[in-house]
């Protein structure tokens, strides 16, 4: 269970669980390894307004693009964590912006565990870095949520669908998944 990244993550306008984009996303997990969902959409720890995904991760698992797209951020020098809101600035991650304008965060990476850099463009499945602990989180996971800007400027998250060994799935909290 875990994580929570900026109190300007507000889905304030999103007024049901539909899809915005038909595209199916890969799992950002290791092919072929079962991985179970800690937190989902809504969830009550940290997750109450967004629509966001946490996965179950052992520190120093592999992360793969879940969409192809370009490096637009990343931080991968923080070396704390924890379940403290001093740590909420502290988060390793990736933001991939999509051809869409929309983006993809990947949070509380390992220190030292971002494998691509700002402005590089990289391939759906591709390796961009390493699970961690680091940011607001109590235990090693990956978070990860789709976002874009609203006209107010501020993030708005939405839900997607994956690609799942058993189909296109919207992912569930409490469940176990393979790619
Ligand atoms: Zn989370």
């Not at 499945?125 to 501020?154: D, M, P, W």
């Amino acid at each position: 269970m875990c994580c929570f990244i900026r109190s300007t993550l507000l889905a304030q306008d999103l007024g049901s669980d539909k899809l915005r984009s038909s595209y199916v996303y890969s799992l950002p997990t290791e092919k072929g390894k079962k991985v179970f969902i800690s937190q989902g959409y809504k969830g009550w720890f940290s997750h109450k307004k967004q629509f966001a995904l946490d996965f179950k991760l052992k520190e120093g698992s592999p992360i793969y693009a879940a969409r192809e797209g370009v490096v637009y951020q990343c931080a991968s020098h923080n070396t704390k964590g924890g379940m403290n809101k001093k740590y909420l600035s502290q988060g390793n991650h990736i933001i991939i912006q999509h051809e869409d304008g929309s983006y993809a965060a990947y949070w509380h990476l390992k220190h030292n565990g971002v494998s691509v850099v700002k402005g590089e463009k990289v391939a759906k499945g591709q390796q961009i870095g390493y699970s961690g602990n680091t940011g607001y989180s109590t235990s090693a996971h990956l978070h990860f949520e789709v976002y874009t800007y609203n006209e107010k400027g501020n993030q708005v998250t939405f839900p997607t669908q994956f690609e799942t060994s058993k189909g296109i799935r919207q992912l569930k909290a409490y469940r176990f998944y393979r790619r």
